[in-house]
């Protein structure tokens, strides 16, 4: 304790010697040009603690290292050190004492200081009274009163302090013990350590010395002069200014008074000459302080900069580091996207921004291998379904383009032309896109779906025998249901129609049981002998499916070769509807046609449009498939069945155009006004 107060004591002494020394020196005004440098302000090179136990100072090896560089020739020392930056400059000339005599004490080697502030981009300060020795130590040094680290400055006052030698060094309005007139000329400074603004001005009491003494000189002048003025020039001038100063007098050129220009020399502040007025002297400072408040952003940006820089280095660093560590897995036999996870990638030691030496590499080999190892299969599933997914976007983009031209698909590659999704299943699709293993990823690119057309059309056939057996199987199994129903109330069989030409009124026809065998065998021989009927049933009319996507409607054999006009063509059984009602529906438009009910949907569309219903009679005729959607959907049950209407296509027309006719006797009142070039004609 006594020890460390007595030390404590005994650097304040040295500090405050130091600061006697550099006062007297400043104090003074100097007539000749003062020597720009000097080393008074930089501290000393640090001290290093003797301990009494002799532990060995972890830095004592490297510093030995430095030592010998010192022995080395001076020629090959000075080569180095012009090599080096400012901030390594003034880190080795605080490093021991060899140093520091060798980089401050000779002068000479100044040249060394300032190439290295240019290597480093530092601008050179405008403001005078800042050697290079001194920027340096400002930026990178210690206090500049006893030499401690420290990280409080004061870009502007130019002053780097610990606490305690920054309280002697640093005064606010408060603390300073000088007129306010001082105070109010002062260069001040209001920016914080890290370049920030604050509120208080902040002044260097060293500076306020200074200022102070040279304010007297220049009162003292202006005074002297106004008593001259006075008493030689105004004589007789009963003017009442007595001796009050003013703006007025701030502005008096005292050299018109037989008194010199003023010129002070102070190293903080340059160069300050042929001052005539107080209001040069205020002008000159304020300028010193503008330059100063320069330099100070300079500094700080240079550091802003800095740190950007030493970021944008420190990326790199890491990124070749984690690159060498993956060049190292991929010799054995790893490939690029093993590494492609938050693991490896957050690993420790890709976090140290150094070169990666064998060493640190063998330490975690080891454990990142595991890593690597037990996420390698993840990896190549991931990487193997990425690049399918590449190549299925490319295969479907060249299909969506084919399909611009459907008929081209169908004419000349396959028949139907699916739905894009069901497409991207089918197998020859699926083998264009799909990997199978990482070697391929990156080199394949899929093959034109022209050259894969042929498989691509098998695939497609198969996929509609598929549904066609589907289809025959709920088909069969409808008509079963029906066939039973019947066999329990035989007035549920459809009533036979009486074909009505002409445009009249059906009658309501009484339902009598029709004797109508749906199915052409026993279910059961059906099922296990499909390939002798399927066909046939299919393609009956009263086989009707409903496409879900387009709501087009065909038979069983059909509706797979529909053009589907939304572009969903389904080639799945699931992708259609198969209703009984709408094979009731169908049963009875057909026998209203006086047709077989093994007859086929083309037969049945020969009839064209001469059907419709009686529930909106007389109403223009439409094609059996229409009639069966709306039996079905508005009279699906026995009881309110009203009869279907069937009429020659004349007939129809004829219908159609009296109805017609008829609209026009009704609107006759104002047509000739609606068709002028009609005029002649009356209605
Ligand atoms: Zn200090
Ligand atoms: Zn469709
Ligand atoms: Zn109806």
């Not at 202006?222 to 009442?240: E, I, N, P, Q, V």
């Not at 879900?548 to 053009?563: E, P, Q, R, S, Y």
């Amino acid at each position: 304790m006594t020890r460390t107060s007595a030390r404590k004591s005994a650097l304040k002494a040295r500090a405050s010697l130091r600061e006697e020394d550099t006062d007297l020196e400043d104090d003074a005004v100097q007539t000749h040009e003062e020597e720009e440098e000097s080393e008074h302000e930089a501290p000393p090179p640090k001290k290093r603690r003797v301990s009494t136990t002799a532990k060995p100072h972890p830095r004592s090896r490297a510093k030995g290292a430095l030592k010998d560089f010192l022995d080395l020739p001076l020629e090959l020392v000075l080569r180095i050190l012009g090599e080096l930056d400012l901030p390594t400059l003034v880190h080795l000339s605080r490093l021991s004492r060899r140093f520091w005599r060798l980089l401050r004490g000779d002068k000479s080697l100044h040249i060394l200081w300032t190439d290295a502030r240019q290597r480093s981009g530092i601008t050179r300060p405008t403001a005078h009274g800042m050697s290079v020795y001194q920027q340096a130590n400002l930026m990178f040094g210690c206090c500049q009163g006893c030499g401690k680290t420290t990280n409080k400055i004061d870009w502007v006052l130019r002053i780097r302090a610990c606490p305690s030698c920054y309280r002697d060094r640093v005064a606010d309005k408060q603390t300073a013990s000088f007129s306010k007139e001082v105070l109010e000329i002062a260069p001040f400074s209001q920016m914080d350590s890290s370049g920030g603004e604050r509120k208080t001005k902040h002044y260097s009491v060293h500076d306020l010395r200074h200022v102070d003494a040279m304010l007297y000189r220049v009162v003292r002048t202006k005074t002297d002069a106004l008593d001259t003025k006075r008493d030689c020039y105004d004589y007789g001038d009963d003017s009442d200014d007595e001796g009050e100063p003013t703006e007025e007098h701030d502005a008096l050129d005292w050299t018109y008074y037989g008194y010199n220009a003023l010129t002070f020399k102070y190293r903080c502040f340059g160069r300050m000459e042929d001052i005539r007025s107080k209001d040069d002297f205020i002008h000159d400072l304020t300028v010193v302080r503008n330059k100063r408040v320069a330099d100070a952003n300079l500094m700080v940006a240079w550091f802003e900069q800095e740190e950007k820089r030493r970021g944008e280095e420190r990326r790199k660093i890491l990124e070749t580091r984690r690159k060498d560590i993956m060049a190292r897995f991929e010799a054995e036999g790893y490939k690029a996207h093993h590494f492609d996870f938050d693991a490896f990638r957050d690993h420790p030691i890709m976090r140290v921004a150094k070169e990666l030496t064998d060493s640190a590499f063998a330490a975690v080999h080891v454990e990142v291998g595991a890593l690597v190892a037990a996420q390698r299969h993840r990896q190549d599933v991931q990487i193997i379904a990425q690049e399918s997914n590449r190549l299925r976007d490319l295969v479907s983009r060249e299909y969506n383009r084919l399909r611009q031209d459907e008929e081209y698909v169908r004419e000349y590659l396959f028949d139907p032309v699916p739905d894009i999704y069901e497409f991207l299943e089918l197998e020859p699709v699926k083998a264009m896109y799909r990997i199978a293993s990482v070697d391929e990823v990156g080199k394949r690119t899929p093959p034109p779906i022209a050259d894969k057309a042929r498989d691509i059309a098998r695939a497609i056939g198969q996929a509609c025998e598929a549904a066609e057996s589907a289809f025959f199987r709920s088909f069969v199994k409808i008509l079963a249901e029906i066939e039973t129903a019947r066999e329990v109330d035989p007035l549920a069989a459809p009533p036979a129609a009486t074909p009505q030409p002409g445009p009249t009124l059906a009658q309501s026809a009484a339902p009598t049981a029709h004797p109508l065998q749906l199915l052409p065998a026993d279910l059961d021989e059906l099922l296990q002998q499909p390939e002798l009927y399927q066909d046939d049933l299919l393609l009956r009319a009263i086989c009707i499916f409903q496409c879900l996507a387009c709501k087009h409607v065909d038979n069983g054999i059909g509706i797979l070769t529909h053009k589907c006009s939304v572009g969903h063509h389904s080639l799945r059984a699931t992708g259609y509807q198969l209703l009984r009602e709408r094979i009731e529906a169908a049963i009875d438009v057909v026998v209203a046609l006086e047709q077989e009910l093994s007859a086929t949907a083309e037969e049945v569309g020969e009839f064209g449009h001469v059907l419709h219903c009686e529930c909106a009679s007389p109403a223009i005729a439409h094609d059996w498939r229409n009639v069966v959607l709306h039996r079905a959907r508005y009279h699906r049950t026995s009881a309110e069945k009203p009869a279907i209407v069937v009429d020659t296509e004349e007939g129809a027309m004829k219908r159609v155009f009296d109805k017609h006719v008829e609209s026009l006797g009704q609107q006759s009142t104002g047509y000739s006004s609606f068709y002028p070039l009609f005029g002649g004609m009356r209605f």
